[in-house]
């Protein structure tokens, strides 16, 4: 097999990226001072990787874009990469490294709940900062820990609104992935079809490693549903969206997710069984806004395929991140987070302004409602700008509980 | 003909003066470790002595007992979802841990009960253990819907249970341990599990199993009942991995649903064969290597983690079947006999 | 000898599949005896020790011993109940030491005060010492024999199957053994399978002869040697009578 | 009407599923006692090698061929540079090929990537009622037994066939009556990987083709062949059909989750009971 070798070494490591770092830094003449240390844990290996790989890169090529501009209140950003390898007890073992031996600012990482909930802990008791990157249930409630992805509420609403009112999708049958982001989903899936009017057929749930959806989609076929609604997830799930248009099709029954799209589904299905399915997402390569940043990403990665979501929000959790730094003009954890608490942290990112809410460290971002096209990619349906993360705000005051450290579950 | 390894005496003589001294400076070493290094090494070593134990449990079983259980993780996540559970409805954890400890035996008993007096052959009690450790995996898997609940406390299926407590001093409940003191607590346990372990094996119950382990028919010929000496040694390491199964989780304020996992199985498997399963040392040594491995791999952006893994596993089994420390024992055993070959030779008639 | 009977069988009978390894064997030992078995190979002597002891399960039949049913016995509690057996081939433990072997025979029963009085009297009568150390795995083949008699032995049963105890022996070793097994005999009841014909004759007052899983004839050695229907199926055709 | 179809629809997928996953696992451990643990991964690769020639342009068809083909050769490979030197150590042989299943997972992901492959088998589907059946899952089925004949009149009535029993079965005498040993252990490795290069080429249409899918079937292969005791075709036949009728069954009635879980412990039971599998007592067969 015939590798381009600069291109393998860019894709196959983050680290490869530190090693160019000094030449860059003398170029923008800001080596002499001391660098700002910031980690990374995202799964470069093992089974979700396929969530990390982009936004690793996303942000490495964040970071050197930085660097080259003059760095971050004048400081080079030196970047550190920990492969968590799909398992957390590399995700505690990680963050401590990151917090006691190389002593970063901040750490960017985590993909799933638990990793995430495994490393909050550490950052909380170092006294760190936690940027969580990821769409996921909400509820999380910690000044130490920032979301900058989706959470329910800002994305499921004008989906479901849309499906159930305007395509007249009033029965629905949910199938969601067994944990709790598939469970607390389906329960705001189920709040917002009931909320307008339509009626929740069957809720059904499937471990990550279910590969055989055909006695699901034979009970699908009984109960006779307007809308599948899909908060499936991983690699194994997208067997799903292959086996729902191989026996029932999206031209007799339409599909919506609130996942599709994340691990770049798109992409591994053919275009027949990608195309039509409506999704709610911050982003998609096809944005006006995201030109640029697709442009450079791929200059950067050499990979010229789809980018997505995930991608994308390795720079939106870094940008955000460095304007809270500039905003503090320090990067030390409790000057952010202070900067972050007044409520004035925002960026124009590829995705649409996004800004941080005080009250609840999640960031407050334009959804774009879209549908796979036949192209392997999604066509903008619509854009609602600017959600506030409501789910989160009804449980969750930082300016009034400022050491409130756990994760609501909202009650439905 | 068998060879006799350099430094490796059958199990049922007393350990000798030399094994006194390093156990001793093993302990010391531990011991005086946070002398030298910062909180972040201790964490992981922590990490490190804390798998050693499940490694132990496993070792103990299979290179003492000739029992494989691909399952030891079973009773390590039974041992710590255990403690979890007990700590967060007690808030108490001295208890929990005793819990923690006696449950995974329990239910060993139980299944060894199950297997070994129903006679199933060596492949299939493999086999059979890995698919409960499989079942457990996906049964814990499944328990993310609220309803699933013991206690007070929220299984939380795929997530795991992130709020597992930190151990509190038993005389003194408000006291709780810092990183430093688990990594004390973790060594000092360790030291003396291999160290009882070790001295388990001299006793008339140890003696009894070696022998099984090596002629099982024979035993049995002679009035032994195995199988209750089997079920005996697939309990102890039970309660050993629960052991190992509960520190985990005061080491990582976490247990999930991965310490079931096959990855995780094969993992203890991996630590075992690297290290030599006919000591109780080399396995210690094993887990450290392979975690040290793993974690540095992880750091250095070389690619993928498994692709290394996977050579090692493969390299250990064609090249260096004893495993590591024996491998070297081997090679001095066959030096040895050269020599005093050549010395026999050269010598007078 | 008294006229006790220690060990009975009744109707013994063992099929794998379809073939019938042991059929309807009526076989009684009186205590004290020493009984040889023999005939040719596949006669089912083998066999027929292995169900004595449990590591076969008979068909049909029954076994008593002391007059108690031991049919279904698990192999240890038989071993507890007092019977000994040496397999045909060395059946030992390679991996321990020749101390560590017999100790493991010894401490069936005993406290470990007279256990380990017990190793050292076997030891000596069996002329182990020098190789007590040893790896049984590391010894020459009548070595690990003789290692495995001790531990037989060393339990003290009340009735001991020794399975070609002569087997790949000198002759000196032989009768060596020869003697040994009549030593043992003044404490236990002894059943020996052999094919050496001066063997037998040196040690066995009564012959059992093994034919097609069936007993074909019991007798002292001179009547069986004398016997024409053992001469046609056994003695005959091995000509080495 | 349409509930007794939809049964035996989901009965008939499920056992066709079990078949595929376990056959190549089993010929290779029913004839040569060697438990290849990187099964999963041949599958895998099966999947990709599918994926990839149907990609360059080959019928899907024919690809499924080739698929089988190229795993069969690295089989073969396998068994030459690794597997032959363990012989008559199960548990060596098993240690060994984890560490080449953990190997192939991260080298593929290295190759290809993290993310699953696919490709399209858009055949349509049939009616039954108020149900549709993708056709694609019907000509699943078909493969599974087409592959378990194929295999059993392999076995049965070929020369080949004998003198692989024949070899398994006392490889000493076969030598003596000339039959190159070694060349048979290879072909017959090859063979079994061949089979499940084809299962894994059969099922890439429904699941695709990903790095990690080979741990999604290894545990279930596995516990089909332990099950199935020493004859590995009428074993896997019935260890098949067992956990197909159930996790077809209660996968359909209730969740895939109860099903799995009801195959695992249904399988313990089964082992607790017959520890030798459900061939174990029997002497004739294959």
Not at chain 2, 16 to 25: D, I, K, M, T, V
Not at chain 3, 79 to 107: F, T
């Amino acid at each position: 097999m015939a590798f381009n070798r600069r291109e393998f070494v860019k894709a196959a490591s983050g680290a490869i990226v530190l090693a160019s770092a000094p030449f860059v830094l003398k170029r923008a003449g800001i080596a002499a001072e001391e660098p700002i240390r910031i980690g990374n844990i995202l799964d470069k290996s093992g089974g979700l990787n396929i969530y990390s790989l982009k936004q690793m890169q996303a942000l490495a090529m964040t970071v050197e874009e930085i660097n080259k501009a003059g760095g971050l209140i004048g400081r080079p950003i030196e970047l550190l990469f920990y492969d968590s390898q799909s398992d957390n007890q590399f995700n505690s073992k990680y963050a401590t490294d990151a917090m006691v031996k190389d002593k970063v600012k901040v750490i960017h990482g985590g993909i799933t709940s638990s990793s995430r909930e495994v490393m909050r802990p550490i950052v909380d008791k170092f006294k760190g900062l936690l940027f969580y990157n990821s769409l996921y249930e909400g509820g999380v409630c910690d000044r130490r820990h920032v979301s900058t992805g989706m959470v329910p509420a800002q994305q499921l609403a004008p989906l479901i609104e849309y499906m159930v009112k305007e395509k007249g999708g009033k029965k629905g049958y949910i199938l969601a992935a067994d944990y709790n982001y598939g469970h607390i989903t389906s329960k705001w899936m189920q709040k917002f079809i009931r909320d307008h009017g339509g009626e929740d057929l069957a809720v059904e749930f499937f471990p990550l490693d279910v590969t055989n959806f055909a006695p699901a989609i034979s009970r699908i076929q009984a109960a006779k549903p307007d809308v599948v609604w899909s908060a499936l997830v991983g690699g194994a799930h997208i067997a799903f969206y292959r086996q729902f248009e191989a026996t029932i099709g999206k031209k007799n029954m339409m599909l919506a997710s609130s996942t599709y799209g994340v691990g770049l589904e798109q992409l591994q299905l053919s275009p027949e069984e990608g195309d039509g399915i409506v999704v709610a997402t911050s982003f998609i390569d096809s944005l006006p806004t995201a030109k640029d940043f697709i442009a450079k990403f791929k200059a950067f990665s050499g990979d010229q395929s789809y980018v997505g979501e995930y991608g994308e929000y390795g720079a939106r959790g870094l940008l955000i991140w460095a304007e809270a730094v500039r905003q503090a003009n320090s990067a030390e954890p409790d000057a952010v987070i202070e900067a972050l608490a007044k409520g004035g942290v925002k960026v124009n990112g590829a995705g649409g302004l996004y800004s941080v809410d005080g009250q609840t460290n999640h960031t407050t971002m334009d959804i774009h409602l879209v549908v796979g096209n036949k192209s392997q990619s999604f066509d903008l349906i619509r854009s609602f700008e600017q959600r506030p993360p409501s789910d989160t705000q009804m449980v969750c005051d930082l300016n009034k509980n400022p050491n409130d450290a756990q994760q609501y579950e909202i009650k439905l | 003909m068998a060879l006799r390894i350099v430094g490796l005496s059958p199990p049922s003589q007393p350990p000798r003066a030399w094994w006194w001294g390093f156990a001793a400076l093993f302990a010391a070493f531990l011991l005086t470790m946070p002398i030298y290094f910062d909180i972040a090494v201790l964490f992981s070593v922590t990490n490190y002595l804390v798998l050693a134990l499940l490694a132990l449990s496993m070792s103990f079983l299979w290179g003492y007992g000739g029992m494989l259980s691909f399952g030891q993780t079973a009773f390590f996540g039974l041992g710590g979802y255990t403690y979890a559970v007990m700590a967060l409805n007690l808030h108490e954890t001295t208890g929990a841990m005793i819990v923690a400890i006696v449950l995974p035996m329990l239910f060993a008993a139980v299944l060894g009960y199950f297997m070994i007096y129903g006679r199933i052959s060596d492949i299939y009690f493999s086999v059979i253990t890995l698919v409960v450790t499989l079942i457990l995996e996906k049964g814990i898997r499944a328990t993310s819907g609220d309803q699933y609940v013991v206690g007070s406390v929220r299984l939380n299926g795929q997530n795991g249970i992130p709020t597992t407590p930190a151990l509190q001093v038993p005389w003194n409940p408000k006291v709780q341990l810092e990183i430093d003191d688990v990594f004390y607590l973790a060594a000092i346990l360790l030291v003396l599990t291999y160290v009882g372990l070790r001295l388990l094996l001299i006793t008339r119950f140890g003696r009894i199993l070696v022998s099984i382990r090596d002629n099982e028919r024979r035993s049995a010929l002679l009035g032994y009942d195995t199988r209750r000496y089997k079920l005996l040694a697939f309990v102890i390491a039970a309660g050993v991995a629960g052991l190992g199964g509960a520190m985990w989780g005061v080491w990582g304020n976490f247990v999930g649903p991965n310490m079931f996992n096959l990855g995780q199985a094969a993992q203890v498997v991996i630590w075992v064969i690297v290290g030599g399963k006919s000591t109780l040392i080399g396995p210690i040594g094993g887990t450290i290597a392979v975690q040290y491995l793993t974690d540095w791999l992880g750091t250095q952006g070389v690619g993928q983690v498994s692709l290394v893994l996977g050579i090692v596993l493969m390299v250990m089994v064609m090249l260096f079947q004893q495993g590591l420390l024996p491998s070297v024992g081997l090679i001095a055993a066959m030096a040895r006999d050269a020599l005093s070959g050549a010395r026999r030779h050269r010598a007078p008639p | 000898m008294s006229d006790e009977i220690i060990l009975e069988t009744r109707g013994l009978e063992k099929r794998f599949g379809g073939v019938r390894a042991i059929a309807d064997v009526s076989f009684k030992l009186r205590r004290g005896e020493l009984r040889c078995l023999i005939g040719p190979n596949g006669a089912g002597k083998s066999t027929f020790f292995k169900m004595l002891t449990a590591q076969l399960k008979p068909t049909s039949g029954q076994i008593l011993f002391e007059s108690k049913e031991i049919t279904r016995l698990e192999a240890h509690e038989i071993g507890r109940r007092g019977i000994g057996i040496k397999n045909q081939v060395p059946d030992v433990y390679d991996g321990l030491s020749v101390r560590e072997n017999i100790w493991l025979a010894a401490s069936v029963r005993a406290r470990p005060t007279l256990a380990r009085a017990k190793v050292d009297e076997v030891m000596a009568r069996l002329e182990l010492e020098p190789l007590a150390d040893r790896l049984v795995g590391e010894l020459a083949h009548g070595q690990r024999q003789w290692v495995e008699f001790g531990m037989v032995t060393a339990r003290e049963p009340k009735v001991i199957l020794l399975d070609e105890p002569t087997a790949g022996m000198s002759a000196e070793e032989t009768s060596r053994t020869a003697a040994l097994i009549r030593e043992a005999n003044k404490l236990a009841t002894i059943v020996v399978v052999e094919h050496d014909m001066q063997f037998i004759r040196q040690i066995a007052r009564t012959v059992t002869v093994f034919h097609q899983g069936a007993i074909l004839a019991e007798d002292t050695m001179e009547n069986i040697q004398k016997n024409q229907t053992v001469k046609d199926v056994y003695l005959g055709k091995s000509g080495r009578a | 009407m349409d509930d007794v179809a939809i049964y035996a629809y989901q009965i008939g997928l499920s056992f066709a599923i079990f078949i595929l996953i376990s056959l190549g696992l089993a010929v290779i451990f029913g004839m040569m006692r060697v438990i290849n643990l990187a099964q999963g991964e041949f599958l895998m690769l099966g999947a990709y090698f599918c994926t990839l020639i149907t990609k360059a342009g080959v019928d899907l068809w024919i690809s499924f061929f080739l698929a089988a083909l190229a795993v069969g050769v690295f089989g073969m490979i396998v068994e030459r540079v690794m597997i032959r030197y363990l012989y008559g150590r199960i548990l060596d042989t098993l240690l060994a090929t984890w560490g080449l299943s953990l190997f192939l997972v991260g080298g593929v992901t290295t190759i290809f990537g993290p993310q699953s492959e696919s490709v399209a088998a858009t055949l349509g589907q049939v009616t039954v009622g108020a149900f549709g059946i993708s056709l694609y899952n019907l000509v699943v089925i078909a493969f599974a037994l087409a592959l378990l004949l194929g295999t059993y009149a392999l076995w049965r009535y070929t020369r080949f066939g004998l003198v692989v029993r024949g070899t398994m079965q006392n490889p000493a005498m076969a030598a003596a009556l000339g039959v190159n040993t070694g060349l048979v252990y290879t072909l017959t490795f090859g063979f079994g990987s061949a089979i499940t290069g084809l299962a894994g080429a059969v099922l890439a249409p429904i699941v695709g083709a990903a790095p990690p899918m080979g741990v999604f079937f290894i545990g279930k292969a596995f516990i089909t062949v332990i099950s199935a005791g020493h004859l590995p075709l009428l074993g896997t036949i019935s260890a098949s059909g067992l956990y197909g009728v159930i996790d077809g069954v209660v996968a359909y009635i209730s969740s895939s989750v109860i099903g799995e879980m009801t195959v695992l412990f249904v399988a313990i039971i089964l082992l607790r009971l017959l520890p030798l599998g459900i061939t174990g007592r029997m002497r004739r067969g294959i």
